[in-house]
């Protein structure tokens, strides 16, 4: 895939350009072109604008694949080629998910002024979500699969449309919440490709695994710094932003380590284990 070429001119703009492209290659092409433009400027004496943008409620999407109610998607089997054929193409289609999320984060909140390291935390994340999206795709196509030759989760977007009017609720649920239940089931993936002697996958999924600590990090990161900023305390602010868009109760087991790791200790998500009913009778009490 060569460079696209004229690049948008601020960094909203190339948010929203990522955003409205559709096909996945084409997507993560463009994505990666606008961080390697975003970091070329900043390096040099002529840095890149953030600028404004009106990023899309939903971002494009090819044709394929079928996107279904999370019930309906068929389960396979782990040990099979398709079962590893499927677990691949969810991979990506999260992987997909996640470069609109993070250009989106970048664009759809330049009212809130940020430090210039906020951008540059989630441009590369972005970069590096694009660059996971085609390690995976090879992956499947290695097998004689494709992304799109699957369903795929219809809800994968729905937090970012609950959260499209809430800054810090966007950084408590998906780099705090969904990122980083990323970091408890890839192992567990890696495992499964290990046995099978998919070298390929698991040198993807082990690349994945390594990067998606930072980007938690960079969730737990710039949400302390909003909470010092409007002087909340943090967990008790999680918590109440998890329980507000967050569609039901945190299920572990968790990888405590990596999620220590990336900044999120224990008593942040562990209370979210509870329904939010008994949690509201113990903070009741």
Not at 27 to 32: D, G, H, N, P, Y
Not at 65 to 74: F, K, M, N, T
Not at 158 to 187: H, I, K, N, Q, Y
Not at 229 to 243: I, S, Y
Request: hydrophobic share 40%; glycine share 6%.
């Amino acid at each position: 895939m060569t460079r696209p070429d004229p690049l948008p001119q601020t960094l909203a703009a190339c948010a929203e350009a990522v955003l409205c492209t559709a096909d996945g290659r084409a997507k993560t092409a463009l994505s990666r072109a606008c961080a390697e433009a975003w970091f070329t400027a900043r390096s040099s004496d002529a840095p890149m604008d953030v600028g404004e943008a009106q990023p899309p409620l939903r971002p494009a999407r090819p044709e394929k694949p079928e996107l279904l109610s999370p019930r309906d998607v068929p389960r396979r089997k782990p040990g099979t080629l398709e079962g590893r054929q499927a677990i691949l193409h969810a991979v990506a289609h999260i992987e997909l998910n996640a470069v609109d999320l993070h250009w989106d984060i970048i664009a759809r909140f330049t009212d809130t002024p940020m430090p210039i390291g906020f951008y540059d935390d989630w441009v590369k994340a972005a970069d590096e979500e694009s660059k996971h999206f085609n390690l995976v795709s090879d992956c499947l196509e290695a097998t004689g699969s494709f992304y799109g030759a699957l369903a795929a989760h219809a809800g994968m977007w729905r937090a970012a449309e609950d959260t499209a009017e809430d800054f810090m609720g966007r950084l408590a649920v998906v780099p705090m919440v969904l990122e980083a239940r990323g970091l408890d089931v890839t192992p567990g993936m890696i495992e499964i490709f290990r046995k099978a002697k998919d070298d390929q996958a698991v040198a993807a999924l082990e690349v994945i695994y390594g990067e998606e600590v930072g980007h938690v990090a960079y969730g737990a990161k710039w949400f302390h710094f909003l909470c010092g900023r409007h002087d909340l305390d943090p967990k008790d602010a999680f918590h109440r932003l998890v329980r507000t868009y967050f569609h039901g109760p945190l299920k572990p087991p968790f990888n405590e380590e990596k999620r220590a790791e990336a900044g999120l200790p224990p008593d942040f998500y562990w209370p979210l284990t509870e329904p939010a009913e008994q949690l509201s009778q113990k903070d009741e009490k």
